[in-house]
């Protein structure tokens, strides 16, 4: 059985927490915004422990697509918008987020049982696997081609200069 929202829960929780067929009041928080620092990213269930232990990479540069990388796989990075409204509403353990809880009215959240939300995201990163992109690696390789014998001509050349 899901547990019944708490009254002095007005975070996300409340929502999370919410029955079929009931509702809850939401308002926007005193720091509502853009908040461009968040960004929601659609993830697939395999690459959440991946994320959450910080073995991903972004990369790409400034005129390119950016992809994330794990240590097998690499994904392009899209950004898909949404018609829908999504709602931002903070944990309620996020003190930044708490300590501010009354509205431009001056009523206090907590005591209403209202969420508030800190930003409407207006769509999500999506991920889509794809094919490493070698090209540059294969630029950088080119460059300077290995050739065979070149190892022993650098060992000698190190073993003469210690021996001077």
Not at 18 to 28: D, K, R, T
Not at 35 to 48: P, T, Y
Not at 70 to 96: C, H, M, R, W
Request: aromatic share 4%.
């Amino acid at each position: 059985m899901m547990e019944q929202p708490q009254p002095d829960r007005r975070g996300a929780e409340a929502v999370l927490n919410l029955q079929p067929s009931s509702s809850i009041s939401i308002a926007y928080h005193p720091l509502f915004g853009p908040h461009d620092d968040l960004i929601l990213l659609e993830l697939d269930g395999k690459l959440l422990p991946d994320v959450l232990q910080q073995r991903i990479t972004l990369r790409g540069q400034p005129d390119e697509d950016a992809v994330l990388c794990t240590g097998s796989k690499t994904y392009a990075v899209k950004f898909v918008g949404t018609s829908n409204s999504v709602l931002l509403i903070p944990p309620s353990d996020q003190p930044e987020f708490c300590e501010n809880s009354l509205d431009s009215d001056g009523k206090d959240h907590d005591k209403q049982g209202v969420v508030s939300v800190i930003k409407v995201a207006l769509g999500s990163m999506e991920l889509v696997e794809v094919a490493p992109r070698l090209d540059k690696l294969k630029l950088l390789l080119s460059a300077n081609p290995y050739r065979f014998g070149e190892e022993i001509e650098m060992d000698d050349l190190k073993r003469r200069i210690w021996r001077r």
